[in-house]
């Protein structure tokens, strides 16, 4: 497994309401692999696919695992860290902290590529 | 008058209707009272047996526009005009089947109003428009709330503007209290957003709420002022993502097309300076930034700078045909449309005017992405720009606003501007 994406401290489920429409919305503005790679990490992976799937929008056992992993899922303490730098970004209250500090900040352009992020809803 | 293909249109119309009152459908419409009843008189059966039968009760009402008409005076009206149709059923004042409204219009001078009306219409019930809704999300009534919290009427206006439906996603770069992401969700948008306040964020600090408080007693939020709260408070709480504390001039997002809608209210450094993280020190002055409770300092983020990354952001992250929504101050005087920042990306598809006062207003201005960022040769502008140097330099609205006084901010607290 690769160097963990998320650690958690405290960590809730919450219910939310199951949209099909949505979840198949969503699936492909996600990179699976993290997604499934932070389950991992959370060990909340229960029976979410290891790959994404053709035909998701149809197969509704496959959406209601990647509901449970993206909507229900929520990281109350802990931290997302940055999988090419490796910095740490706090997570407090369920809300993610990404707030570089001014000796990070480069002179480069505004929206800069240096940090990427691979899950950062929930 | 507005034409509609069917009911059916003017119901869907006015379920998204935030500023609308009632839908009428136009019986007859003339210069005089006296046309208007021959026009009554003359419809076909066929279109008056649909609201005239026995089983359909009804009601009828006067509206005048321009002067006042006295009870007496309305019942006679009412009279001389329901007798044109063949009316059979019961009357009904609270409940009825149908409506009928006489409307008569006696010019925008109420002061010299004329003695007949200038033009009479007679117009049946369709349905009504979503203005309770501004009452039911009022900001007096919400949990959470700070001092730049957009208004409600505005909030679902600008989501009507996005083009807001079931399954979106919609994101509020600069959320505050997430005033915006409260009207997005209501029309079904699932919401996100970011902010680099993390006192706003968590909620901590000082409440807005000076009501009912003695002067200058603060008073703290309570623990679960945030907008999660607002979004279960109004029963929404299933389409909220997240909320990060983020500073928009440094992008967090994967490249890709994320976002369906985009709906903000940007800083424009009226009563605070608005600020980005950075620091013009050289590196060896800085404090140990490492330490746990380090504040990250921020240097000015200029207006045109805001709206730049805002439009650069919006042509990367929407997908195609997404919307973009913001407010653009301007200064009336000065205004054209080159004020408008631009990109290749992105077109400009509504831009309305609220007045503030005499010599301002904002702009609530929708864009479209209409192409995508690939589409664009790399040798042409593929970066934001603005036509005219308004936005530029720090404070660039607070000096053109108060160009005696840029550094003050006691004596602006009344506008709605932020
Ligand atoms: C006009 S307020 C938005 C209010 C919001 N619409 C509401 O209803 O509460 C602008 C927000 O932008 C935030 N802000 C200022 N500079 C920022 C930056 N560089 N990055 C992200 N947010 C910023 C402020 O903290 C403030 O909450």
Redesign the pocket.
């Known amino acids: 497994m690769a160097d963990p994406t998320v650690t958690v401290n405290e960590m809730k489920i919450r219910e939310v309401d199951f949209n099909p429409e949505f979840i198949s919305r969503m699936i492909p503005r996600i990179e699976w692999k993290a997604l499934y790679e932070a389950a991992l990490s959370l060990d909340v992976v229960g029976n979410l696919s290891p790959e994404l799937i053709t035909d998701y929008e149809k197969d509704e056992d496959f959406l209601k695992e990647a509901h449970r992993v993206l909507m229900e899922v929520e990281v109350i303490k802990g931290f997302l860290i940055c999988p090419e730098s490796g910095r740490k970004f706090p997570i407090e209250n369920g809300i993610p902290n990404m707030l570089l500090n001014e000796g990070e900040v480069g002179d480069g352009p505004a929206q800069s590529e240096a940090l990427q992020e691979d899950d950062s809803m929930q | 008058m507005l034409k509609f293909p069917n009911e059916e249109s003017v119901h869907k119309y006015m379920t998204r209707s935030i500023l609308g009152r009632t839908v009428m459908e136009v019986l007859a419409h003339g210069p005089t009272r006296a046309s208007v009843c021959e026009q009554l008189k003359a419809l076909p059966v066929a279109e008056t047996s649909r609201y005239c039968s026995e089983e359909n009760s009804f009601c009828w009402r006067v509206h005048s526009f321009g002067k006042k008409i006295k009870q007496d005076k309305r019942l006679d009206l009412i009279h001389q005009f329901m007798v044109n149709l063949p009316l059979i059923g019961r009357v009904d004042l609270e409940n009825p089947d149908d409506l009928f409204y006489i409307c008569e219009d006696y010019g925008p001078n109420p002061n010299s109003a004329p003695e007949e009306p200038f033009y009479v219409y007679v117009g049946r019930k369709v349905t009504e428009g979503q203005r309770y809704l501004a009452h039911q999300y009022s900001v007096k009534t919400r949990h959470f709330?700070?001092n730049?919290?957009?208004d409600a009427q505005l909030?679902l206006i600008m989501a009507n503007q996005g083009g807001v439906k079931p399954n979106m996603f919609v994101f509020?770069?600069?959320?505050?209290?997430?005033?915006?992401l409260v009207a997005a969700a209501h029309f079904g948008g699932y919401v996100a957003g970011?902010?680099?306040?993390v006192n706003?964020i968590h909620g901590v600090g000082k409440s807005s709420r000076s009501f009912g408080k003695p002067r200058g007693e603060v008073t703290l939020r309570g623990n679960d002022e945030n907008i999660l709260a607002n979004m279960r408070q109004y029963n929404l709480h299933d389409r909220y993502l997240d909320v990060m504390v983020?500073?928009?001039?440094l992008n967090v997002w994967r490249k890709q097309e994320l976002f369906d809608v985009i709906v903000?209210?940007?800083?424009?450094g009226i009563r605070e300076k608005?600020?980005?993280i950075g620091t013009n020190k050289h590196y060896d002055e800085l404090e140990d930034q490492t330490l746990e409770g380090h504040i990250p300092s921020t240097m000015s983020?200029h207006l045109a700078d805001i709206f730049k990354d805002l439009l650069n952001f919006s042509a990367r992250y929407l997908r195609l045909h997404g919307r973009l929504v913001y407010w653009l101050p301007v200064v009336n005087a000065d205004y054209s449309d080159d004020h408008i920042p631009q990109h290749p990306c992105l077109k400009v598809i509504a831009n309305s005017e609220q007045k503030i006062n005499m010599t301002i207003s904002r702009r609530l201005i929708t864009m479209e992405k209409y192409q995508s960022m690939q589409n664009i040769n790399p040798l042409d502008q593929v970066e934001a720009e603005i036509k005219t140097r308004t936005y530029e330099g720090s404070n660039a609205i607070r000096k053109i606003y108060f160009p005696n006084n840029s550094g003050s901010q006691s004596h602006n607290k009344s506008l709605p501007l932020?």
Request: aromatic letters at 12%; hydrophobic letters at 25%.
């Open positions: 709330i700070g730049t919290s957009m909030s509020d770069p600069f959320v505050g209290t997430g005033s915006l970011c902010d680099i306040n706003t983020s500073d928009f001039a903000t209210d940007p800083p424009y608005t600020r980005k983020y932020t």
